[in-house]
């Protein structure tokens, strides 16, 4: 690591588009974290080919294998510990994540809406999408914010709009709105990286 990084670990549950972008924007200077570790709550998705083929250490933990939620952060922090991370991002983490209890670093979150609208329980990717469409809003958008202990609640760290133009179904919507994340999340990441770097 380089003294001008900061050490993250990244939860994924997906494709890792979100991983990919990040390590495309730490190759271009763009983004000064050091990914130092990446968990998966699933075996099966692209998210842990990406992390792997990057040479990233990644641990699968899929919620079903633990007998409470209180467990599967356990074990998860468990094996994250080692890696000392300065903050830890959650990119397309769909499973309930508890901190490490004395844990000094952020924990960061991007939602694909503008919260609080569409937060919550539940609302996640497409089905955040449609109810956007469905509500007949002219825009929408992206927020990064701090993790606590509700979903999609903690303290907004940055937003981003996107319309919503006429004939839009959920994918056009999506793609519009990841292209957002994609520009948001490292912007407000890099933010965060500089407070970090000057405590």
Same mark, same amino acid.
């Given at each position: 690591?380089?003294?001008? =990084?900061?050490?993250?670990?990244?939860?994924?549950?997906?494709?890792?588009?979100?991983?990919?972008?990040? #390590?495309?924007?730490?190759?271009?200077?763009?983004?000064?974290?050091?990914?130092?570790?990446?968990?998966?709550?699933?075996?099966?998705? =692209?998210?842990?080919?990406?992390?792997?083929?990057?040479?990233?250490?990644?641990?699968? +933990?899929?919620?079903?294998?633990?007998?409470?939620?209180?467990?599967?952060?356990?074990?998860?922090?468990?094996? #994250?510990?080692?890696?000392?991370?300065?903050?830890?991002?959650?990119?397309?983490?769909?499973? +309930?994540?508890?901190?490490?209890?004395?844990?000094?670093?952020?924990?960061?979150?991007?939602?694909?809406?503008?919260?609080?609208?569409?937060?919550?329980?539940? +609302?996640?990717?497409?089905?955040?999408?449609?109810?956007?469409?469905?509500?007949?809003?002219?825009?929408?958008?992206?927020?990064?914010?701090?993790?606590?202990?509700?979903?999609?609640?903690?303290?907004?760290?940055?937003?981003?709009?996107?319309?919503?133009?006429?004939?839009?179904?959920?994918?056009?919507?999506?793609?519009?709105? +990841?292209?957002?994340?994609?520009? #948001?999340?490292?912007?407000?990441?890099?933010?965060?990286?500089?407070?970090?770097?000057?405590?």
């Amino acid at each position: 690591m380089t003294s001008s =990084r900061i050490k993250a670990a990244v939860l994924l549950s997906g494709s890792g588009r979100t991983l990919e972008n990040f #390590l495309e924007k730490i190759a271009t200077g763009n983004l000064p974290l050091e990914i130092v570790a990446v968990v998966s709550s699933r075996g099966d998705v =692209r998210g842990v080919e990406v992390a792997r083929s990057a040479g990233l250490p990644c641990e699968v +933990f899929r919620r079903k294998d633990h007998a409470s939620v209180e467990a599967h952060n356990t074990a998860i922090n468990a094996w #994250l510990q080692p890696y000392d991370a300065d903050v830890i991002v959650l990119a397309g983490y769909l499973c +309930f994540y508890m901190p490490p209890v004395g844990f000094a670093g952020p924990v960061t979150n991007i939602h694909p809406a503008l919260l609080p609208l569409y937060g919550g329980k539940g +609302f996640y990717g497409a089905r955040v999408h449609r109810a956007v469409l469905e509500s007949g809003d002219s825009e929408t958008g992206c927020t990064v914010h701090l993790v606590d202990d509700q979903y999609d609640h903690g303290q907004i760290l940055g937003q981003q709009r996107v319309p919503v133009e006429p004939g839009d179904d959920v994918s056009d919507l999506a793609a519009r709105v +990841f292209a957002a994340e994609c520009d #948001l999340y490292p912007r407000v990441l890099a933010k965060l990286a500089d407070r970090l770097r000057s405590r």
